[in-house]
T-cell receptor, first 114, second 112 residues
Framework: DTEVTQTPKHLVMGMTNKKSLKCEQH?????MYWYKQKAKKPPELMFVYSYEKLSINESVPSRFSPECPNSSLLNLHLHALQPEDSALYLC?????????????FGPGTRLTVL | KNQVEQSPQSLIILEGKNCTLQ??????????LRWYKQDTGRGPVSLTIMTFSENTKSNGRYTATLDADTKQSSLHITASQLSDSASYICVIRSGGSYIPTFGRGTSLIVHP
């Protein structure tokens, strides 16, 4: 299985809602990433987990809360989001550690905050 | 500051024509360079990877070149197809880090 899956594909939520994005991979990768991508812009790194531990938080607001329950799963919990948080949220995974490791991206979750 | 600059920002070509996309970078130390293809609303998919010692690498109708001295790379698409319409992103990985630096991408539209 060489795929990263993300659910849901689309999500519409109000500013007072609490929702979660889910990412899963079964390639044995030990590094997992959350990216945010606005239209016509490159992906922006949000969080990196390495061996299920949060290793990088790119100064992301606390209304985004990541969680890595095990080596195959990565969640992004959303609470009290703003309309400007509407974007494509991409999950990726790679073999952990530095080097020429390819990041495998999921199809993304299209989030709209009303 | 590590940067990756891509040109052109957007490109429109007719089906069957060739095109070349450019990527200039200042990332140092250099580890590798990947070209990704991203369809609208989808995640990026890797096309090629270039390391320091490689000058040219092909993947079907896609050919990537790398000049590590001038810190330039290109992606040449031969005999374009409608399905080539996408954003093409140049991504550089710095030595010792697994956090890549993304270019802004080139948006390619192939018209019939």
């Amino acid at each position: 299985d060489t795929e990263v899956t993300q659910t849901p594909k689309h999500l519409v939520m109000g500013m007072t809602n609490k929702k979660s994005l889910k990412c899963e991979q079964h390639m044995g990768h030990r590094a997992m990433y959350w990216y945010k991508q606005k239209a016509k812009k490159p992906p922006e790194l949000m969080f990196v987990y390495s061996y299920e531990k949060l290793s990088i938080n790119e100064s992301v607001p606390s209304r985004f809360s990541p969680e890595c329950p095990n080596s195959s799963l990565l969640n992004l919990h959303l609470h009290a989001l703003q309309p400007e948080d509407s974007a494509l949220y991409l999950c990726a995974s790679s073999p952990a550690g530095p080097g020429d490791n390819e990041q495998f991206f999921g199809p993304g979750t299209r989030l709209t905050v009303l | 500051k590590n940067q990756v600059e891509q040109s052109p920002q957007s490109l429109i070509i007719l089906e069957g024509k060739n095109c070349t996309l450019q990527c200039n970078y200042t990332v140092s130390p250099f580890s590798n360079l990947r070209w990704y293809k991203q369809d609208t609303g989808r995640g990026p998919v890797s096309l090629t990877i270039m390391t320091f010692s490689e000058n040219t690498k092909s993947n079907g109708r896609y050919t990537a070149t790398l000049d590590a001295d001038t810190k330039q790379s290109s992606l040449h698409i031969t005999a374009s197809q409608l399905s080539d319409s996408a954003s093409y992103i140049c991504v550089i990985r710095s030595g010792g880090s697994y956090i890549p630096t993304f270019g802004r991408g080139t948006s390619l539209i192939v018209h019939p």
